[in-house]
């Protein structure tokens, strides 16, 4: 009569081959989470500098848009396009509303202390009171920069998660700014 079932040596040996298993995936498996976090980070870097991004072309696309006469510049690229300044006739109403209005036609944006700023209702590049766009806990602007030709104009972000400092992410948008 034959016995059913493992002998000792049979469960002996499958318990070492599951051990070794066991010792080579502990090893792998925080290889993995460093590398999904890296990779996480790295996305949601390249969506805050997207959404950066895509608020620099809103303003640059509407930069110059006025339903009436409007005079001045739309746009003036300053300190040597670190920081760019537009106008635009947000409520229609045919004239740009100076910077002592609550509703001023006038926008700032400029790269200062690793953070991209933004203000209503500014005329230059200086002073306090301005929004940073980006946490400055998490990102760190590396650079950024405005260049002009013509109605073409190029956007520049180069940033990096503080977490993950060797890691920088770039965009780039060429924008026609059909209302200069």
């Excluded at 997207?50 to 300190?79: N, S, W």
Aim: one cysteine or more; proline letters at 2%.
């Amino acid at each position: 009569m034959k016995a059913s079932g493992f002998s000792l040596m049979e469960m002996l040996m499958a318990l070492a081959v599951s051990s070794v298993l066991l010792v080579g995936a502990a090893r792998v498996l925080p290889a993995l989470q460093r590398h999904n976090l890296h990779t996480l980070m790295r996305f949601q870097l390249h969506e805050e500098i997207q959404l950066m991004m895509a608020r620099l072309q809103k303003a640059v696309v509407r930069a110059g848009y006025c339903k009436g006469e409007c005079a001045g510049a739309a746009l003036r690229i300053a300190e040597n396009g670190r920081c760019f300044l537009v106008r635009w006739d947000e409520n229609s109403n045919g004239r740009w509303e100076g910077t002592g209005s609550e509703e001023s036609d006038f926008y700032g944006y400029r790269f200062r202390q690793d953070s991209l700023e933004m203000q209503r209702g500014v005329d230059n590049c200086e002073g306090s009171g301005w929004e940073k766009l980006n946490d400055p806990a998490a990102i760190i602007l590396s650079d950024f920069h405005i260049i002009r030709h013509d109605k073409q104009i190029r956007l520049a972000i180069s940033a990096f998660a503080r977490a993950f400092p060797r890691q920088s992410v770039t965009l780039e948008r060429w924008i026609t700014a059909r209302n200069l």
